[in-house]
Nanobody, 115 residues
Framework: QVQLVESGGGLVQPGGSLTLSCIAS????????MGWFRQAPGEEREIVAS????????TYSDSVRGRFNISREDDKSTVYLQMNNLKSDDTAVYYC????????WGQGTRVTVSS
């Protein structure tokens, strides 16, 4: 079955950087579009970045464009989210997901931006 395991979260000061990783299994990773989502306390889950199969295109939400970068390594079945110039508003639990499979989520990785 499809499994997603996120890692790389932690506590970081404003202006700092983190790189999240998501290892996927249970499907042919290279053939699917992937996305990173986040859910802040009291808020709905939102998509922040997506990457098409073959890395043909990337999209970002307005709130992270220019600061976050999504990438993938198909031979490792892994999608990454590099986060730079982090702000307190980026505090959330971050999840990856196969874009066409809306019901399968990993456990998420928590990012806390605080001084």
């Amino acid at each position: 079955q499809v499994q997603l395991v996120e890692s790389g979260g932690g506590l970081v000061q404003p202006g700092g950087s983190l790189t999240l990783s998501c290892i996927a299994s249970g499907f042919v990773f290279s053939g699917y579009h992937m996305g990173w989502f986040r859910q802040a306390p009291g808020e709905e889950r939102e998509i922040v970045a997506s990457i098409m199969s073959g890395a043909r295109a990337r999209t970002y939400s307005d709130s992270v464009r220019g600061r976050f970068n999504i990438s993938r390594e198909d031979d490792k079945s892994t999608v990454y989210l590099q986060m730079n110039n982090l702000k307190s508003d980026d505090t959330a639990v971050y999840y990856c997901r196969r874009l066409d499979l809306k019901t399968v989520w990993g456990q998420g990785t928590r990012v806390t931006v605080s001084s």
